[in-house]
């Protein structure tokens, strides 16, 4: 087998390690903002739960020893200074683990065991392995010893109270293999599929073929691009339980659901390279729409959630996928999601319009995405302008789908109530140098200090010019060294890991940028671009930033972030190459 590139080394303590497809992941991240000492199997079938502790053992004591953990897509290790331990996918499902001059312990991450909660373990005698049952997971997982001649089980059927797991080591610090598997309720016993360096390459290659896939444009220009798939690869998990399709989930660490918002910045940095994965990641909330056109909050592998909804950024995400799709969508495709989307906008229109309004109105701040942002301090059941503008654009991409699919009278039904409510908003909600928010049972209105305000830019070409000239004057106010705070960092208000009242955040940045693009700001547009991507090639892609340090923040594997970079560095790369050609053929 020819040897593949390591790929980027990453940090586990910031990025999981694992693969793509498997619901389960290596990492010290055992709960949220919560890091072991030892690495952990952790899984995210019915939740986030560690499952197994990992422990680098001296093989003559039994001791615990330290080591330092390196990792790179395919292969983990520890290293220490009388030998190593490396761990590698077999598939989504299994790891192999070897170890040299160390031994290992397997041990349940929880002593305790009751009628409903903890891992009971045992010796399996037909399949000559051992196993752990979890309660949380609802899932086995099987360690098949494959070579090495000490493996010492503890707690086998033990109830109650317990250390379970098994130390494995061979003698004279010699070489030891084993495999652990996460499964349902039983499966044949396990045959290594080949030589361990077989099962690293083999790895190996399954990252490098996406990351050819998704970022062929990357260069010295574009630094982070290969970790920024990494991220999005790893997440990505098979379909199971709830989750109807191959999914991104936001990350491997706590935020390990899919947003019904979150989704569409995956589906746009997939497109040109994995368009399959892409169209499922678009359509993913879509398959759990309720009967009144809603979309889900969130869904993960055993809950979906109703009680808030998220922005309607999809004919905006929609309009951007189709133009980077490498193939036109079918009438048959384009048909399906021209009426969920009708759906999902006709649910704006009828369950979130008090009677006799124009406009649509979120119930509280998490309905926009942007939780606790500072528009919702006065009252939260509230029209906002950002709202608006993404219906307009939803609406205009209607139009379009109506269009392409000859449904001339929808057609115009769509053009109609887009052009009446950018008329509403403009109308209703711009003083004439801002847009206000207004309460829906008060009618009283105000303004803020935060970046929420001012995304009606996103309408771009559809603005009058002093409107977006005015928006674009007052984002500047939110400009850090960093990128966009989400407050301006001299409001009163403004709180550094304050999540929307003044960090900086991806899906913001894009959005903006997009828009500030379309009204022919590019010029701002290229910085934002690129303050942004320096701010990630720096800090990595942390679920949001400290605007003033750029020190990332909660989740450090967030996958629209990465997703968000990809975008801004292809679009980057491609402008290069076109001015590079420009000039050349200038000269």
Partial sequence: MTAVAPGPAFSVQHIPFSTHGSWFDISPVVAEKTYAEDLHLVSHQNGMHAVLRLIPLDPVTGDRVETRVEATPGLLSWIGTGGRIDLAYASPDTVHLRGSGLGIG??????????????????????????????????????????????????????????????????????????????????????????????????????????EAVAPWRSSRTPAAELAAY???????????????????????????????????????????????????????????????????????????????????????????????????????????YDSLARWTDFWLTARRAPGADLAHYQHGNDSGWDNATTFDPERVVVTADLAAFLILQMRELADLAAQLRKPDETLRWTRAAEEMQSALLDQ???????????????????????????????????????????????????????????????????????WRGPIWAPATVLIEDGLRRAGHHRFADDISARFRALCETHGFAENFDALTGTGLRDRAYTWTASSYLLLAEAHAHAHATHSEEAISGS
């Fill in 106 to 211: 397997v041990l349940a991450a929880a002593r305790a065991l009751t009628p409903f909660s903890g891992t009971y373990f045992y010796r399996d005698p037909a399949a000559q392995a051992h196993v752990f049952t979890s309660y949380e997971t609802g899932r086995r997982y099987r360690v098949t010893v494959l070579s090495g001649d000490r493996a010492d089980p503890a707690g086998d059927q033990a109830l109650g109270g317990a250390e379970r797991g098994l130390t494995l080591a061979a003698a004279a610090g010699g070489d030891w293999e084993l495999a652990i598997e996460e499964l349902d309720s039983a499966r044949p016993p396990y045959v290594s599929p080949g030589p361990f360096e077989a099962v690293v390459e083999s790895g190996r290659g399954a990252f490098a073929d996406f990351v």
């Fill in 429 to 499: 909600l711009w003083t004439g140098d801002r847009f206000v928010a207004r309460g829906v049972d008060t009618g009283a209105t105000w303004g803020s200090a935060g970046l929420l305000d001012l995304m009606p830019i996103v309408l771009g070409e559809h603005l009058p010019g002093q409107v977006s000239d005015a928006l674009a004057d007052r984002i500047k106010a939110h400009l850090t060294p960093y990128g966009l705070a989400t407050e301006v960092t001299t409001s009163p208000h403004y709180v550094a890991d304050g999540y």
């Fill in 231 to 337: 991220v999005l690869w790893s997440a990505t998990v098979r379909p199971a339980a709830l989750v109807t399709r191959p999914a991104v989930l936001m990350s491997k660490h706590w935020m390990d659901k899919v947003w019904s918002w979150d989704h569409c910045f995956n589906a746009l940095a997939l497109a040109p390279g994995c368009p399959e994965l892409a169209v499922d990641q678009f359509a993913l909330p879509f398959d759990h729409q309720d009967a009144g056109g809603a979309l889900p909050d969130s869904v993960t592998h055993s809950e979906v959630l109703y009680n808030f909804v998220k922005p309607p950024i999809h004919g905006w995400a929609f309009g951007r996928l189709r133009r980077r799709l490498p193939t036109p969508l079918s009438d048959t495709e384009l048909t399906r999601t």
